[in-house]
């Protein structure tokens, strides 16, 4: 990660989230005339060669950081991860009536919400009974056979839970195992033998808002329900090599550059080495004083989005105040859960979360003296 530029502000926001600093000055550098065509990559003609090279390289630059096997294609696609809560079970459920999700928090529940539309939803498990705070293990999910593919959400971007590891069970049954990996998408390495399809929207950890990355595996490729816009049919936009419709190419182009960044940086062993460094330090500060709390169990703590609250709820706006007059912003927790959430994504350098465990030690004392000193 480079931590070279400096920033005005740290933005701990859950999404869009903040992007390489580096990035955005490469692209402001190249922003008018895109490597001596005389024109930015928004006006490039989307049937083009050069847009072709851009969009090919961003797949295969994104294709080496995963390790993304050749039977697996990747999509990139618009409509956020909200339209994929539809579009799963439209391209993947024509011939079968039934799904499994597994519920674990405000995404799965919407995901499930939206799946329930076009197909019988079994709940196979659910974190509701820990209060959300731990993912059921897998030898409690009541999995359909029959499922036409068993849903998960990675990372639960509003209460903070995550898998700390992805269910193996999958490998050889016949049921594709689906993620929503919106909020921890390359974040660390993923290992696809044990996925179907793969989807995330790109603006918690990649950048620009609307675009959608879907990896499947490909004979998962077919015929979609007949609704299906032809636009959002997986099978026509790989048969149409991404140009069915005008891609979202400057989107594309944003992406291609934060995955050359990451590849620069070292791949996704050093991106998720040093992001479980920002998040342990987090964690341990929240631990610490007594004057945080976090409820979710730590083997299930999300290294992305750190939820916790104050002793003192009512101190809750005054802390995210106190904080943003430093310069840490965004802390407000999701309005579903309250609190606060520090979101943590891969561009957020170790000095933003130094910076906020600096602020989150100094606060109780602040809050002491301005206490003292109105009595
Ligand atoms: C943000 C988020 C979504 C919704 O993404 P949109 O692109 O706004 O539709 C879905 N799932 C997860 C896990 C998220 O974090």
């Not at 070279?4 to 692209?27: C, D, E, K, R, W």
């Not at 009512?314 to 309005?335: C, E, K, V, Y």
Request: overall charge negative; glycine content about 8%.
């Amino acid at each position: 990660m480079s931590d070279t530029l400096s920033h005005n502000v740290y933005n701990f926001g859950s999404g869009p989230g903040m992007m390489p600093p580096i990035v955005l000055q490469q692209a402001q550098a190249e922003m008018l005339n895109w490597q001596g065509t005389g024109m930015s990559v928004w006006e490039m003609p989307f049937t083009g060669s050069r847009f072709q090279e851009i969009a090919d390289e961003a797949k295969q630059d994104l294709r080496e950081l995963l390790n993304i096997p050749e039977n697996f294609q990747i999509l990139l696609m618009q409509g956020g991860a909200s339209a994929q809560f539809s579009l799963v079970p439209m391209n993947l459920l024509r011939d079968v009536s039934s799904a499994d999700y597994i519920d674990t928090g405000h995404w799965s529940a919407k995901a499930i919400k939206e799946g329930s539309r076009y197909c019988r939803v079994n709940v196979a498990a659910s974190a509701e009974a820990s209060g959300y705070r731990a993912i059921p293990a897998l030898d409690q999910w009541q999995l359909d056979k029959k499922a036409g593919y068993c849903h998960i959400t990675s990372n639960e971007t509003a209460n903070g839970l995550q898998y700390p590891h992805f269910p193996s069970c999958f490998n050889n049954e016949s049921v594709p195992l689906v993620a929503d990996m919106t909020s921890d998408f390359l974040s660390k390495p993923i290992d696809f033998e044990r996925f179907g399809l793969v989807y995330a929207g790109a603006q918690k950890n990649i950048g620009p808002a609307g675009l959608t990355i879907v990896v499947i595996r490909e004979d998962l490729i077919r015929e979609p329900m007949m609704t299906t816009p032809s636009a959002f049919s997986y099978k026509t936009i790989n048969d149409n090599n991404g140009r069915f419709n005008t891609p979202l190419t400057y989107g594309v182009y944003l992406a291609g550059l934060v995955f050359k960044h990451l590849k620069a940086s070292g791949g996704l062993e050093q991106v998720q080495a040093l992001g479980q460094q920002k998040s342990e330090r987090l964690y341990q500060a929240i631990d610490q004083h007594g004057f945080y709390s976090c409820e979710v169990e730590p083997a299930f703590r999300s290294t992305m989005n750190h939820c916790f609250t104050l002793g003192d709820p009512s101190q809750t706006d005054d802390f995210i105040a106190a904080a943003h007059q430093r310069g840490l912003i965004n802390l407000t927790g999701h309005p579903a859960t309250g609190g606060i959430r520090a979101s943590v994504y891969n561009a957020m350098p170790l000095a933003g979360v130094e910076a906020l465990i600096d602020f989150m030690q100094e606060y109780p004392h602040m809050h002491k003296q301005s206490h003292e000193q109105a009595l």
